[in-house]
């Protein structure tokens, strides 16, 4: 069954099935645990959500801690930010030929050391406390 839930700028957000094999991303993950705390989760939802933690990668938590600044700004940042930005870069990693891992965890990198933000983290600010 597929489901539409709000209306905002942007339309509607579509809820569907997933593949039992399918990847989450944490920002779906986010979507899940705000439905939940708005009492919205159905019984079916929360059985089909993943159960496992969210882990950074060890590679990538010692590139941030290689530069002071990064590491004290990261430690910072909200935890659904630091969430959502960490897996879209870890899903990238070890793919042959592909440049996109190191692009991210760089931008990740250089955003953190300014104190920037970047990208709709947030869910158009649904996400944020």
Known sequence: MVGLIGTS???YQRFSPRRKKSNWTQLNVARCERLEKLG????AGRAAMPKTAFEVAEHIIEALQADPKVWENY???PDIYKRVRIDNIQ??????????????????IDNTREGKLYGDWHDGGRLQD
């Open 40 to 43: 919205l989760m159905t019984d």
């Open 91 to 108: 899903s990238w990693y070890g793919i042959e030929g592909n440049d996109t891992y190191t692009k991210r965890l760089q931008k990740f």
């Open 75 to 77: 430690q910072a940042l």
């Open 9 to 11: 700028a942007r339309g």
